[in-house]
């Protein structure tokens, strides 16, 4: 059963009919400060699954006097710092709910009258990913298995900051498949300690993800590193719908093979490793697509994979992520701050092919001139 249905969240929100948004800069509302009177506008809220931070946009206005040309940096100066934290909400009427927490990464001051911007102030904010972006380096770590060491590097002074100020809020980090169950009780750990190779942590943590077929995302502060389409419970089931803003629906095979085989060399043993991992998705409503697929083979050599089971976790991480460029999904809706990526979505009452279940990656929200509505992106495996 899912979560959430059109029509539960059409009488929470009065029918769409009231938009709000609202952003929290350092925890102040700066539409609220009766002495500035400012007004904040245009919001676009882009969160993702993939492998790419999330962003928030919005302008502040009122702060830019026409006949001085000068912006009030004192009023302005409580709200804008870099460094500081975001949190944006965005619903209907009285019911709204967050969509986005993070930092200010760039400010620009714009004064464009040919396109109306008559002395805004553009605020971008980022998620947690872009502090991991910044830095750059070769280091051991203390850990000897992955996840312990992804859990390393959220204990380090830069996140640990990021925690105290709530920007990071919970910290779900899955064991990944190289620790043993049972922890200390299953033996000692292998002497080996794992190592960063002139890569930013971001680097590292989405090279360890994709190593064990693993996600890597943040929503709403909710740091999560976990086996990929692990939440498996439907998030919402969409019927067509007045709600329903525009949507385009589209299948491709181009690139999709019937089977994948990983390659590599046991050196200890002296022979061979090969993995098959074998398509097994409905590509057509009819019978022509799937000898095409199933005809095509995609060889992957890696000498850097060293066992069977790093074999088996890559042919499998390869298989899912070009199964899933098969079917694709962008869609609008009335602005619904319940939908959120990482999550698996039904259409139903479209007509086959269109009616199907879709793995959301990206969510972007936007809020402007009183109108508020939701962008879903997503992708299929299969028909």
């Known amino acids: 059963m899912a979560e959430y249905n059109l029509s539960d969240l059409y ?21 609220k400060d009766k002495k500035a009177q400012f007004s904040v506008a245009d919001y676009n809220v882009e969160v993702s699954s993939d492998f790419k931070a999330s962003i928030a946009t919005f302008s502040i206005i009122g702060a830019f006097s026409m006949s001085s040309g000068e912006f009030d940096m004192n009023a302005l100066k409580k709200y804008i710092g870099l460094g500081t934290d975001v949190r944006v909400l965005m619903g209907h009427a009285a019911s709204i709910m967050e969509v986005f927490r993070g930092y200010i990464a760039r400010v620009d001051f714009i004064y464009q009258p040919e396109i109306g911007m008559m002395g805004a102030v553009r605020i971008t904010a980022m998620d947690v990913k872009g502090i991991m972006m910044a830095n750059n380096s070769s280091k051991r770590l203390n850990a000897n298995y992955y996840s312990d060491a992804v859990k390393e590097i959220f204990d380090t002074a830069p996140y640990q900051n990021l925690i105290n100020r709530q920007i990071i809020t919970d910290l779900a980090i899955s064991d990944t498949p190289d ?32 190593k064990f077929n693993y996600e890597f995302f943040s929503l709403g502060g909710n740091i999560a590193f976990r086996k990929a389409k692990a939440n498996t419970q439907e998030l919402i089931e969409i019927i067509p719908s007045t709600a329903i803003e525009a949507f385009d629906i589209s299948y491709d095979i181009t690139g999709i093979v019937g089977e994948v085989k990983v390659r590599t060399l046991d050196i200890g043993k002296a022979q061979k490793i090969e993995v098959k991992k074998k398509n097994s998705g409905k590509f057509s409503l009819g019978s022509k697509a799937k000898p095409l697929v199933s005809g095509q083979t995609y060889v992957y050599t890696d000498s850097s994979i060293e066992t069977q089971t790093d074999a088996d976790r890559r042919a499998e991480y390869i298989m899912e992520d070009m199964s899933y460029r098969f079917g694709s999904i962008n869609m609008t809706l009335h602005g619904m701050p319940e939908l959120v990526p990482g999550r698996f979505i039904t259409l139903k009452g479209f007509g086959d092919g269109v009616s199907n279940k879709y793995y959301l990656t990206d969510v972007v929200h936007e809020y402007s001139g009183g109108v508020y509505s939701t962008t879903i992106i997503g992708k299929a495996s299969t028909l």
């Open 11 to 31: 009488d929470k929100y009065e029918g769409f009919t009231r938009p709000v948004a609202r952003v929290y800069l350092g925890g102040k509302d700066p539409e």
């Open 179 to 210: 620790k043993p169950l049972g922890g200390a009780s299953a033996g000692p750990p292998p002497d080996i300690r794992i190592e960063t190779v002139a890569e930013s942590d971001y680097d590292f943590v989405v090279r360890t993800a994709k």
